[in-house]
């Protein structure tokens, strides 16, 4: 790939397939109630726990932009509509301009800033996902 080439297929980015990208997640139902309670304690609506030590912001911020980005790319894969899809990008993107103001918290082996398309950040998501998992869900304590 030359540096005037930006990728934006699943190939290009080395994303994996869903499958893989999700395969260490919860399942849909535990990562949405997950997700929903740390966007509570994100807000403030919510205590967070106080064990453990305490947990960087923006690394948290990074794992609760991460984990609803990935759920809605999930859901839109089982249903496709419009209104799931159009989340999934939208979520998609909140991800990616995190990641350009946060480079260093980016785990996979792209940065946000090589892919152009806005197709492409769902396979961004994924990416990132899987490296998360991977990486042993750093910027959270809330387990699986």
Known sequence: ???DDTPNSRE?????????AYANGPDLR????QVLALGAQRDGRQARPVTGPPVDATAAERAWLLRRAALMDRMALDA?????????AETAEQ??????RHPDLVAGPLHPD??????????YVRQEYAAWTAAGRPGTTNRR
């Open 95 to 100: 991800l990616v301009l995190h990641d350009r």
């Open 1 to 3: 790939m030359s540096v």
């Open 80 to 88: 496709p509509g419009p209104g799931p899809v159009a989340a999934a």
């Open 30 to 33: 535990r990562e949405m109630h």
């Open 12 to 20: 290009d980015i080395g994303a994996p397939p869903p499958y893989e």
């Open 114 to 123: 090589a892919i152009t398309l806005a197709s492409s950040r769902r396979l």
